[in-house]
């Protein structure tokens, strides 16, 4: 499994994602913004911080990096996962590669805690404990759009206890047809045993377990085999 | 190549909540300042923009409020003023 991690001038959360990547044994590498090929990675993250310092808004520069093209050619094939995680999530609705927006929090602050969370999606339990950490992550679209995500079974992660206003609990998307998912929990900050929490590894094994199902593009001649296909492994 | 100098304020859409607008009214009716106060809060940029001519830098302008100052899902803007230099 070979992951990407983007990195943005001002992304704070590429080195927890590098490691909770290196956990599970997959081969993971920093990119740079201005990258423009991703066809090697099975999956590229978009990990948190404040990507440009979040000027204007969260997210609303980082569109216009190179590597956001190149991103969106890469969903566009269908080649592995696409992974906004907290301000990676903003700057895929900025990108419009998510439906909706994200802004600032109904009670005006910085929320910086655990929150409990139900996930539409097999393999998890019925509730799982993930860190939030954001100023903006109030999602909201509106009624047509909302209909279009339940339609497509788009929502993936909902508060129990909506801490930061978003329409109808959303906490998570996942485009499941162009393999886009966004968050704004941080799983990655859920994986080793010292921090107090390990649901973060949920989302990390059903990333592992779907990736399996992709088409493989990599460089021996594996036909596709499973098996004996070494980037697999 | 003429130049121009652009003032443009973003703002929240109407019906979009803005909780700094609201924290603002909470401060002013409690102060008894205003009562009836009803605060929008938004962006404000002060831009150049070079062009051929008025409309040329005026479709600049517009393309870059709705690309880069402002996200029609959320916002609007209004350009306040264009003047030449």
Known sequence: MKAGIVVFPGTNCDIDTKRACEYFGWDAEFIWHDENDLSKYDVVFLPGGFSYGDYIRAGRLAKFSPVMQALKDYAQNQRGFVVGICNGFQILCETKLLPGILSTNTNTKFICEETLLSVNHEGFPDTVKFAIAHGEGRYIADEQTLEEIKAKNMIFLQYKDNPNGSVDDIAGLYDRENRIIGMMPHPERGIFAETGNTDGRYFFEMLEREALNFACHCEEECSDDVAICKTRI | ?85
Request: charged fraction near 30%; proline fraction near 2%; hydrophobic fraction near 35%.
């Open chain 2, 1 to 85: 190549m003429k130049k121009y100098k652009a003032d443009v304020v973003v703002t929240l859409k109407n019906g979009v909540r803005d909780p700094q607008g609201a924290a603002v009214d909470t401060v002013l009716r409690r102060t008894g300042m205003e009562e009836e106060s009803e605060v929008q809060t938004g962006k404000f940029f002060i831009l150049s923009i070079s062009g051929d001519d008025e409309t040329q830098a005026r479709e600049k302008l517009n393309s870059i409020c709705e690309e880069v100052l402002s996200n029609p899902v959320l916002e609007t803007y209004k350009i306040e003023r264009f003047t030449a230099v």
